[in-house]
């Protein structure tokens, strides 16, 4: 069992940076691939960016690609999405997810990932 925990929320303003922050509890980080998902009001939850195991490789939805960076500090057993030239359409909930990986893969579907963080509130201000 993982427990994922976001931080780094907020009001910014549009071409502000922020960077969220995914710490996890409770198994060996490092066995685990990461990703952040984003919902805002009305939509479904989507894609944003994945991580594997090894940090060694990542992938990004179009719209954050060149914009978002996610990476990983297995010794904090923490994930973060750096998120620049931030834009009143990335405004959302944004949610790290974790799995179990036993390749250095990355994963892009929500039913991927069987472990959850509670949401951070993204707000761009245009």
């Known amino acids: 069992q993982v427990q994922l925990v976001e931080s780094g929320g907020g009001l910014v303003q549009d071409g502000d940076s922020l960077r969220l922050s995914c710490a996890a509890s409770?198994?060996?980080?490092?066995?685990?691939?990461g990703g952040w998902f984003r919902q805002a009001p009305g939509k479904e939850r989507e894609f944003v960016a994945a991580i594997s195991r090894t940090g060694g490789r990542s992938y990004y939805a179009d719209s954050v690609k060149g914009r978002f960076t996610i990476s990983r500090d297995d010794a904090k057993n923490t994930v973060y999405l750096q998120m620049n030239s931030l834009k009143p359409e990335d405004t959302a909930v944004y949610y790290c997810?974790?799995?179990?990986?036993?390749?250095?893969?990355?994963?892009?579907?929500?039913?991927?990932?069987?472990?959850w963080g509670q949401g951070t509130q993204v707000t761009v201000s245009s």
């Open positions: 997810a974790a799995r179990r990986a036993y390749s250095d893969g990355w994963f892009v579907r929500k039913d991927d990932y069987p472990y």
């Open positions: 409770g198994r060996t980080f490092s066995s685990y691939a």
